[in-house]
């Protein structure tokens, strides 16, 4: 089933195996997602129209909000880049302008289409390794041995072709993965040096790198190496033949401006008066520099112009001491959809503990099953574990379910250090927990440090 073809409420449904609660959020996403398929279907008079209904995620950290946006761009196969807003200077200052977002956004569309592509061309490319690779371990056919044809051109001897043919089984069987050949292999005719440039030309895209190496021509060394890893080098060489990097470049730059997602995280990290440290960087000023991005421009990268009209961008910040309407009025204006996700309580850590389909809980499973250790947790244990979890988020800072990660650590500390030997099942108990747990969490020094 095509992706984009989702309704909102089969979005929903997805997102709910990885992320629990946060309905408003989930809602807002997935009508923002299927508004892309309404657009591109509209008619073509109105298509360039339609904006995306960019929207602003409000609430604390690790509560869910960028793994709403990931796992949203992974639904819908879309290139997806998360970025800090408070990384970025204002133009003319040092440091990483706001363009760049949408350059690194085109150097993961490029990964993802050249992968797509790769696949289709994988068992092509494999065949043709294999062939060079017999090749490589067959010696020639002499001259004064081959049959001439009826016009005169050179025929190989059987005898050679059922060699080749008992070579290619033992090959395709792996009995030959550590006989060793010899391949050309480019060499690096120039050192990785790191080039001082006042204008920042790698943030314009310019790799300084491949223009040197185009302009010299490609010198190769003969390196001896294993089968196993000339099967590596010869089918990575086949697919860059089999893969024309004009029609992957197009593709991923149609991609991104028709369906890329930028999420930009710490965006209240940017609102409100100039910044007292460090260089005198004016907070106002970024905003300003990311808005005509939100509002549709064209951005320079090294694979050509890129329109980011219709890029959805969804920005999140836990907006505890600012507001989103602290933001400048016009850059408020492209983020029209606004939702606010809850706090977790002891509940909701309960859920995030077993529903999710790679919940952390199946994780530590997974992890000790490599040792063979059959991990199991008892019911009163999980909801001992989520009321502690949620305990510490209120006694100390809320880090929302990232809690989790360092309750459970400290839990499955010395059963991950020294996994049992004997006994081969380990299952976690309420008592276990309160007792490994109760003496940190009440010291409240150690409970800083530790969870």
């Known amino acids: 089933m095509n992706n984009g073809y989702l309704m909102p409420k089969e979005i929903v449904a997805h997102l709910d195996k990885y992320i629990v609660g946060q309905n408003e959020a989930k809602k807002s996403v997935a009508i923002a997602l299927r508004n892309r398929w309404r657009r591109q279907n509209a008619p073509e008079d109105i298509r360039k ?171 190769t060394k003969l390196r001896k190496m294993t089968v196993k890893d000339a099967r590596k080098f010869l089918i990575n060489e086949e697919l860059n033949k089999l893969i024309n990097m004009d029609d992957v470049i197009s593709e991923a730059l149609e991609r991104v401006q028709e369906s890329g997602i930028i999420f930009i995280d710490e965006i209240d990290k940017i609102v409100g008066n100039d910044s007292k440290t460090g260089p005198d960087v004016s907070r106002e000023g970024v905003q300003r520099d990311i808005l005509p991005i939100v509002e549709g421009c064209s951005v320079s990268t090294k694979y050509g112009m890129v329109r980011t009209d219709h890029v959805l961008f969804i920005a999140a910040g836990a907006f505890h001491v600012a507001s989103p309407s602290d933001l400048i009025p016009e850059l408020q204006g492209r983020f029209p959809i606004r939702v606010e996700l809850d706090s977790l309580t002891a509940e909701d850590f309960e859920r995030i503990l077993t529903e999710p389909k790679a919940s952390l809980v199946k994780q530590y499973k997974a992890l000790l099953a490599t040792e063979n250790v059959t991990l199991s947790f008892a019911d009163s244990a999980i909801k001992k574990i989520a009321a502690y979890a949620e305990r510490v988020n209120k006694d100390s800072e809320n880090i929302g379910a990232r809690r989790l990660h360092t309750v459970l650590t400290t839990l499955l500390e010395d059963l991950l250090f020294e996994p049992p030997t004997k006994k081969k099942k380990a299952n976690i108990t309420a008592k276990m927990v309160e007792k490994q747990l109760e003496e940190i969490i009440e010291n409240e020094d150690l409970s800083k440090y530790i969870l």
Request: hydrophobic letters at 40%.
């Open 49 to 219: 129209e339609i904006m995306p209904n960019n929207i602003i995620m409000m609430g604390p950290t690790g509560v869910g909000k960028t793994e709403i946006a990931r796992r949203l761009a992974d639904l819908a196969a879309a290139p997806f880049i998360k970025v800090e807003a408070s990384k970025f200077t204002e133009v003319g200052y040092v440091g990483r302008d706001v363009e760049s977002m949408i350059r690194d956004l085109v150097d993961i569309s490029v990964g993802m289409v050249k992968s797509e592509i790769s696949e289709r061309y994988t068992k092509k490319a494999k065949e043709n390794a294999t062939e060079k690779l017999l090749d490589l371990l067959l010696m020639p056919v002499p001259v004064k041995k081959q049959k001439k044809d009826e016009e005169g051109v050179g025929e190989i001897p059987d005898s050679f072709k059922r060699t080749r043919e008992k070579f290619k089984k033992k090959l395709l069987d792996g009995k030959l993965e550590d006989s060793e050949v010899e391949l050309n292999t480019p060499q690096n005719q120039f050192p990785v040096v790191e080039i001082f440039s006042p204008m920042g030309m790698e943030e314009l895209g310019v790799n300084f790198q491949e223009m040197f190496s185009e302009m010299v021509p490609k010198k």
